[in-house]
């Protein structure tokens, strides 16, 4: 039986946030599109929080500007507050993602708020996003480990994703920040999470620093989880979360999920290409273990 998995593509957010060089905004237009175009429904685009905050991705703006949209696909953006909705929205954002953690030390560090406080701040996002018609997407850091806080209780986890569904949100991606997490735990974790939450308004979010990310997802996909969160060529990492390396590689993840038999509508071989592309773009090889086995010979 061939079943769905929602890949959720955050390279242009999640993996451009954390280059050390600024990436032209055109790049980044040609990423988006590029992506779009290998089959995805979904691929967050940028985020608008603080320029003081994260200059990697002060371009917002322009880039929602240049790009063109491919009908019936999704191009979610982040925003921490009613400044970065307002911007969002002049913009010409209908999809948007706010962000809070499951460790009250790791967010003093992200976004300057405890974990009330952002949700004291997403209140009025969503009250207007409503009003708006516009999606939002909740994410939960940390649900593994927290590198300022160290263990965060699965409880924790619970209660800030209940939250956010309760607010509106509908899907709640659970992220690994630090890549800490073994199949055990995420499944544990996500087995309670989904007590309060449904399954199907669930996504998984896995960083590979630790080599455990397929793994996680594995679980989590036996689990019933049926959205993964991932970037091409293993980009990403939040500047605020001392350690994190990339996000697990989406063509690993496609890779994978197409040897299971599961649909996800993305083309690998045109998905290894942008992994390519991508990794010249940014001067060094790619970080997925199938773009590598996939190399075209010039980049071999
Ligand atoms: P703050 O300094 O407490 O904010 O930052 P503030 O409200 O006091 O405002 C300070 C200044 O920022 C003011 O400007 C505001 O106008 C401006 P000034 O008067 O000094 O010139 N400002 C803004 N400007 C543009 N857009 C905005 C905005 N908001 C305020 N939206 C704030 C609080 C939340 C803004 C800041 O901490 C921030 O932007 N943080 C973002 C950090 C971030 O993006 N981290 C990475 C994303 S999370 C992640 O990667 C994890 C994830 O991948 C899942 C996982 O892996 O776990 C999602
Ligand atoms: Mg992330």
């Given at each position: 039986m061939s079943e769905h998995v929602r890949v959720v593509e955050v390279s242009p957010r999640d993996g451009l946030q954390n280059e050390k060089a600024i990436v032209p905004s055109a790049i980044k237009i040609e990423l988006i599109e590029r992506l779009a175009a290998c089959?995805?429904?979904?691929v967050e685009a940028t985020s608008f929080v603080s320029p003081k905050w994260?200059?990697?991705?002060?371009?917002a703006e322009a880039v929602l500007a240049g790009l063109t949209r491919k009908p019936g696909v999704r191009y979610p953006v982040l925003v921490p507050n009613l400044q970065g909705y307002l911007r969002a929205r002049l913009a010409g954002a209908s999809d948007i993602a706010v962000f809070t953690a499951a460790s009250e030390a790791f967010n003093h560090r992200n976004i300057n708020a405890s974990i009330d406080e952002s949700i004291v701040r997403f209140e009025p996002v969503l009250a207007q996003a409503r009003v708006d018609g516009v999606r939002v997407r909740g994410y939960v850091s940390t649900?593994?480990?927290?590198?300022?806080?160290?263990e965060v209780p699965v409880a924790d986890v619970v209660r800030v994703a209940a939250r956010l569904f309760e607010l509106g949100c509908a899907e709640i991606s659970l992220g690994d920040t630090i890549g800490v997490g073994t199949p055990g735990r995420a499944r544990a974790m996500l087995r309670a999470v989904a007590a309060a939450v449904p399954m199907s308004a669930l996504a998984v979010h896995f960083h590979d620093t630790y080599g455990q990310a397929l793994a996680n997802i594995l679980a989590c996909l036996e689990e019933g989880v049926r959205v993964v969160d991932a970037a091409v060529a293993g980009t990403g990492g939040c500047?605020?979360?001392?350690?994190a390396s990339g996000n697990v590689a989406s063509e690993d993840v496609i890779y994978m999920l197409q040897g299971m038999g599961?649909?996800?509508?993305?083309d690998l071989d045109a998905l290894v290409a942008t992994g390519h592309w991508l990794a010249m773009q940014l001067g060094r090889p790619t970080g997925s273990r199938v773009g590598r086995a996939r190399a075209p010979e010039a980049v071999r």
């Amino acid at each position: 039986m061939s079943e769905h998995v929602r890949v959720v593509e955050v390279s242009p957010r999640d993996g451009l946030q954390n280059e050390k060089a600024i990436v032209p905004s055109a790049i980044k237009i040609e990423l988006i599109e590029r992506l779009a175009a290998c089959g995805y429904d979904t691929v967050e685009a940028t985020s608008f929080v603080s320029p003081k905050w994260v200059p990697q991705l002060a371009d917002a703006e322009a880039v929602l500007a240049g790009l063109t949209r491919k009908p019936g696909v999704r191009y979610p953006v982040l925003v921490p507050n009613l400044q970065g909705y307002l911007r969002a929205r002049l913009a010409g954002a209908s999809d948007i993602a706010v962000f809070t953690a499951a460790s009250e030390a790791f967010n003093h560090r992200n976004i300057n708020a405890s974990i009330d406080e952002s949700i004291v701040r997403f209140e009025p996002v969503l009250a207007q996003a409503r009003v708006d018609g516009v999606r939002v997407r909740g994410y939960v850091s940390t649900v593994l480990g927290c590198p300022y806080q160290g263990e965060v209780p699965v409880a924790d986890v619970v209660r800030v994703a209940a939250r956010l569904f309760e607010l509106g949100c509908a899907e709640i991606s659970l992220g690994d920040t630090i890549g800490v997490g073994t199949p055990g735990r995420a499944r544990a974790m996500l087995r309670a999470v989904a007590a309060a939450v449904p399954m199907s308004a669930l996504a998984v979010h896995f960083h590979d620093t630790y080599g455990q990310a397929l793994a996680n997802i594995l679980a989590c996909l036996e689990e019933g989880v049926r959205v993964v969160d991932a970037a091409v060529a293993g980009t990403g990492g939040c500047p605020y979360a001392h350690g994190a390396s990339g996000n697990v590689a989406s063509e690993d993840v496609i890779y994978m999920l197409q040897g299971m038999g599961l649909e996800t509508g993305v083309d690998l071989d045109a998905l290894v290409a942008t992994g390519h592309w991508l990794a010249m773009q940014l001067g060094r090889p790619t970080g997925s273990r199938v773009g590598r086995a996939r190399a075209p010979e010039a980049v071999r």
